[in-house]
């Protein structure tokens, strides 16, 4: 089940067809996101161009404009489209080389559309748990937060910056894989917390502030590595940065203004760093004391269960076979 | 807190004075249990011979004993320990080469004490959480299970057959490191059902009845890996064939003898042969199944955050150093 | 040279052209396996499927059957092919994307056979050894036991159970790489006894009743893990648990049967446990005794061989390079 | 060849003999600084404690303070002795255990000198360039920069910060191994400055400037990491944090206070972030442009080259042995 | 910016465009070298054999000769067509299956020329620094050096035998990736002899002499590794035997014969046989003194900054992406 | 059983007691080899020096001279006495800090033997089969050589070469490990044949005498590597270039003399260069064919087999543990 906001007004296009279920042969006039815009080349009869399409279903397509001899009509077309744009394409769907694809021939045309033409919204895969209900458990956790120091930084971050909570509470947990949908990082957040909630409650020597902290911040430098345009995708920045020395510096910028004391910045700092575990997955730091193991193996478990219950559920769909191999984690994936 | 039964009547001799609290120069009158037993030695004076001792605090010291120039007495002496034995040492403690150390002058001895003239309890950590209190969360999980094939099969193995089970529920869950006390093994597969419960709650995909009912058989291998006697111990052939295959040969011809269909077999055994995550770490097999990966993730955030825990309380007693190295994870541990 | 039992009577259908060797543009009237099968899908014309057939040459091929416009039909035909099915092919071969393919276009079609239409070897690669006289030379190291335990054990399995010698005796000994035709997992076997057979020459202080015993025994986990359908492929149970602790707890089950004495049992198990040399390959156990090092090298050093002269002799008929690369071993092999 | 400011006043103390000098039975009275404390025990005799000392020589040793049997006053000296203190020490050095040590037996004994008793620079490496002619070509770089945007950010830092200036120029490079001296990281920047100076000789397409910016900028979060007290030490924060992501946030606000445009602010950020090459060593990003590779490479030189050199010197000194095991690059080195 | 020698003399047929400015559907009336040549095959209309071409651009393409139905005609064509060939091609090119190919149909056809109908320095990428003035460097190199038993190996190899410098001082430096190009091993030895001269006069303990004569020979062994014939390859030999063990023996045998002494030829051997710094990348010892261990990082600074810088230019001609793909380094490369 | 060639005199000095045997507080009065010489120190009473002393059994011990306080006096005892010697010791044994060792105390004392005073055979280990047969089984496999080409290569470096052969054939395998006795590595060398020989019978399109040529001699750099003192000890040069080289040159040198054809030649060669099978053990190639695979795996089954072998056999006779730690292989070794 999935859940969308209501929407507010009706958009001139919106999507017809996924394309999960786009079949061959097919009249196409529907709307898609260009991922990726290849150059012009000439053909036998004229110009084309070819461009990756895709949708919120996760696919992806090849599109292949082919147009007639006039060169600079078809560099009109092909100038006004770029990456990321709504393209409005008419044409019909194919087989080609085995794989599937839809091909433009004129008078029909492709053209991208204004940001008033059609609802971003269609594009990315929607929130799987409701986002208010959401940030309730978000604002439960930090209500239960008895030192103030800790508490004085998360109200700070999640409640007094209404703009960013409102952003946080929607942005993806990550580009492909996992929690990859509207309220993911929200949701994932709150899934390592309650892995943490469970481990105070058996290991009672954890601080329970400092781990529901940690927990709650440890993803936040991913609202500056990924961003949602008409889809998710990596920041030029972030790409070269990433998440983990972002999410740090952004924490310890805002602990500095609030003078949080050192050994507590130093060990919400210190799980933000290490939360990947070592330093083959990203961390500069290991985790080196027992709140930030236990971040550290929550996140783990939350983005593993998320990837490996997806994918199972995708390929049952498609597949009879018993198995089906999981490039990521290089293993094959028992389906029955 | 630890958890005691009653002693039941009193013994002859009883522990005084916990390794941990021994100092230098102490007049020694009391019991232990023979770690390791080396070879009688002549020296300028006679024959000695020297042991490793220890008792439920973990700590080791050497032990020896200066005989004099009788060879067959001295030997008489040694013949009559053996490793695991429980001895009576009167002598002094005493600091050599910047170690702790016991020394034994005759006409103070060395004797191995019989079974009935020590409790055995006494060696070993005492349980963290009452038993009868885990063994009764034990079987509230087995009620809650729905499918009626894995049902059997927890019933079979912990409700029907009463003398494992009171094995099961004492049981060790490691030499050393992690829930190596008394009850430790039952203390530990709680905790793997606890995440797994929590993993059921936000991931609704997962088959909760296998994921639970693998969560409790994980470990049933360490019944016949390590062993209790005077100290917690690896048998023989658990160190030739290890937990994971004996308890899945044990899992399997169970349920062999049960008829339990063959995809909830291949599934259990699936998970208890998984459970280690990879080849690296003694699974013959990666998890190919979402409930497997659960079991997994499960089985180590438990163990890993009862040793750093554990690790933590202990290292904090005995240094002021903010930092101490973890021998096993190879890493600074934190203890501020 | 290979060695086929003599066809006892005639199939109505038999194989006429290895797939190794059929040229474009070729009429094709044939039978081979179905080794993937893929749904129906709509073409501009009417609906089409694909499969991936292969035959006992090792060879896959791309099908595809582009039927009329009347899906009720084409699904018809569709539905009555199952994996593994031997099929009656009617069509011609053809390139498409540079690869070799086959295609059937109506009135043309493609059906299952029936079990008594074709002969099953036909799609199996042949022994390279006779059989009957792998058989004595197992029989011959069997006889040559001394120590009667062992030799109990051994009776036991290849001996008293003739069905499971049968079995035994033309067994492939892996899905593919070495070994991989009728015979070859007993041939194997006794390559493995013949290497440790000389290491026992030159290492005296080798046990060599436990040692042959060990390589006799090692792989017998294959018997459950691969079957032999129309084609040699790995059964939903081999690869969730795997031959090693398959074979473990086969033969400690019989073991406890026989009442095999624990130090030998504890060998024999540790040898099929540790035989693939390290978690990496997937032993739960290293060898920790020298017989069992000894079985572990002659198992690597056979399958190795076995893969890299069947490579070469293959690779050699095909190619005039100097080099090819062999994917499984990642590296060049120098072919001359 | 070592330079040493010269002394601007005397001291209470100095001190006489290095450690790497020191003689078994001599007398001692002579100051050390206090690496590790360790607490009190009894002994036969009374209470005695030890402690680690060192001085610049970069030994250490341990040292033996054998009180009598008054508790209370042994408590009173040990007590008024911390980390990081420099010790007047008054006893014998001696063998024990075939080590060499400290004793102090009583009426000679120990105590913690005040900050003015004694010169701190006595207990540091002196610097092996002339700090001021390296801060002259600190300058000369910074002024042969010709990007504005670059040139700004260098100047804030090195140029108008004279505290910062001061400290930097001075600053160590390292704990051990590498330019773990008086201005050694000042030293190994310019070194890495040189060979990327080199590399822009060669290789023209590298952008000078913000390659040799990040040369400069790459270290100086090992202005945080590690401390100089009276010896070179890991921070708390440093521990926990690193100096690399420590690096970055500084130089991140800055620019940001600077208004730096971003592709130059995440160059020089990215520089920073990837200089150990892979998440291995503590980098959260591998360098992904060729000024990113060439600081690598630079640094990775540098600091290797440095710690061979080091090494041999000092070895060289005092065996007569071919090769001399590197405990930290694993592997013997060749002195001749 | 590239060197070519003045060419002597015309030939009769040159290239006339680089693959690298192919378009669809152009005439084809052009020479290129035959990199990998495939077997004929029947097609529907006759027989058919496919070449992989390139040139000097590094792109290669597919090409295709669909021939008549005459079977003796068209292998005759096929037979005189060697791979390193330089052929004639008629034909046009074209996209097939998304790829560019050029196909030739009778009555155009397709000859290998003769060794003087074609330039072959036309198919290697040109110098790009002046040989000569590459060569008078290197003979500045060795005329700076003092040690007159390292001079005299040096001036034996580089000065007396003039064939061998004139083949070296044109030689590329490797097939692909980096210095690919003639006189790119020279290049690259010239880089890394700056590289070491830079580490000299920033380490004074390093023996100069030592050093940079392992610098100009390290990678001598190349000569023998890879051959130019129309295109860089390498040789049989060199692939069973590689340039690190024919780099050192050739050195070894020149320096016996010059009765060079030992200490001397020992360094210089190692710093031959320890150049790509660990077994995991060919060199059977790691480097194992200073001067050994800077030339390691030397070599590898050199080749992988050529890799990054060369790879970014290539690719930043290509795309607009931000980030590309680095196959051989298995990261993205940023671009901008 | 061990076989030592009858010995042709008596010398002044023979070993009387193996050190494995040697008591505490025993008199010494006995003659060993010096493995290390440390520098002399002042003490309390005088000046005094350590050494390591071993001897045949493969034991060490340390040895302390005390002298009195005359520099100049046990300055001379200590200049005299250099690395390898063989000493005559005067002192008592002793335990001192848990470890055993022997002391000399003036008048007793030490000094160096000349050559003539001892049998340096008393310092190796025996060889373990008789030399002459193993010449005698060496020359068989030679003269089964039918390929003239690789017969001409091994009859020239093995029969041909008295000398070489008579150092060959009593020269040890290695240092410690495996093989560390007279005609250790002959030994080796012929079981790696054998290995050969009968994969060889197993696999026919291996080229028998290709292999049995690389088995014969792929370790003949150990000639180099190793050397035979009074103990058996790496060369400065073998540690600087390693066996695998060093053969590689011997052998190419030898053929080239010979003319070997290239082909033979590359195989004979690549089997040297590769035998370790990866980067990782010294090969700077990977085994590329079917021979060199098969001498890689012989060559491991051979120094494993020995190594473990001889391990449970020493470990045995020291133990009554089941198992043993086998430091080099990481992992315990089970002795029952």
Not at 30 to 42: A, C, E, L, T, W
Not at 192 to 208: G, I
């Amino acid at each position: 089940m999935t859940y969308i906001a209501s929407r507010q007004f009706a958009y001139m296009y919106s999507k017809k067809k996924s394309l999960a279920d786009l079949k061959e042969g097919e009249r196409v006039d529907d709307i898609f996101v260009v991922k990726i815009k290849r150059s012009m080349k000439p053909y036998a009869k004229g110009f084309m161009f070819s461009l990756i399409l895709s949708d919120a279903s996760g696919k992806s397509i090849e599109y292949s404009y082919w147009g007639e001899n006039e060169e600079a009509r078809v560099k009109e077309i092909h100038d006004a489209i770029k990456e990321d744009d709504v393209v409005l394409v008419k044409g019909y769907s194919r087989i080609f080389n085995d794989r599937p694809g839809i091909t433009t021939n004129p008078p029909d045309s492709i053209r991208a559309l204004g940001r008033g033409e059609y609802d971003p919204a269609e594009f990315i895969n929607p929130a799987k748990r409701p986002v208010q209900e959401m940030v309730e458990e978000l604002k439960r956790y930090i209500s239960g937060i008895r030192n103030p120091q800790v508490k004085k930084v998360l109200e700070r971050i999640f409640i007094q910056d209404e703009e960013f909570l409102r952003k946080f509470s929607t942005h993806p947990g990550a580009i492909e894989i996992h929690h990859n949908w509207t309220g993911g990082l929200l949701q994932h957040t709150l899934e390592v917390a309650r892995y943490c909630q469970l481990s105070c409650e058996m290991f009672p020597d954890l601080d329970r502030d400092v781990m529901i902290a940690g927990a709650l911040l440890h993803d936040i430098g991913k609202m500056q590595e990924i961003e949602v345009t008409t889809r998710i995708k990596g920041t030029v920045k972030g790409q070269l940065k990433g998440h983990i020395p972002m999410g740090y510096r952004a924490l310890a910028n805002i602990m500095d203004e609030l003078g949080t004391d050192e050994r507590t910045a130093n060990k919400l700092l210190h799980i933000v760093l290490s939360h990947h575990g070592s330093g083959e997955f990203g961390s500069p730091k290991e985790p080196m004391f027992s709140e930030a193991v236990a971040v550290y193996y929550a996140d783990d478990m939350s983005s593993k269960l998320s990837s490996v219950t997806e994918f199972t559920k995708e390929e049952k769909k498609s597949t009879e076979n018993d198995f089906m191999y999981h490039t990521r984690q290089r293993k094959n994936i028992y389906l029955r």
